[in-house]
């Protein structure tokens, strides 16, 4: 079975941190970009980070950059959004999604073959 898995979601704080991971089931995460969008209540979801399928390339959402950084482990077949310096506005739920191409194009959700189930990040005291 084809799939990718979100975990390390949870609740935080404000100005504490977490890691996400983003693992894959059944196929190669190597030839794929991976995106990591968030999906607010009562909001549209947006695009948050992506990388290259070699890592050499990454992008950031304005409202992340500086305090999001996205990695990958191909031997591990997993990609990584650590999130540092959380904001009430971060709550969201988070999924990766993986788009079969070399370099970060956009957030066009119909660009991406996979999908994860979301995993919610909620920070709040």
């Known amino acids: 079975q084809l799939q990718l898995v979100e975990s390390g979601g949870g609740l935080v704080q404000p100005g504490g941190s977490l890691r996400l991971s983003c693992a894959a089931s059944g196929f190669t995460l190597h030839y794929y970009v991976i995106s990591w969008f968030r999906q607010a209540p009562g909001k549209e979801r947006e695009g948050v980070s992506c990388i290259g399928s070699s890592g050499g390339s990454t992008r950031y959402a304005d409202s992340v950059k500086g305090r999001f950084t996205i990695s990958r482990d191909n031997a591990k077949n997993t990609v990584y959004l650590q999130m540092n310096s959380l904001k009430p506005e971060d709550t969201a739920v988070y999924y990766c999604?993986?788009?079969?191409?070399?370099?970060?194009?956009?957030?066009?959700?119909?660009?991406?073959?996979?999908w994860g189930q979301g995993t919610q990040v909620t920070v709040s005291s």
């Open positions: 999604a993986a788009d079969r191409n070399f370099y970060c194009s956009g957030y066009v959700a119909s660009r991406y073959d996979y």
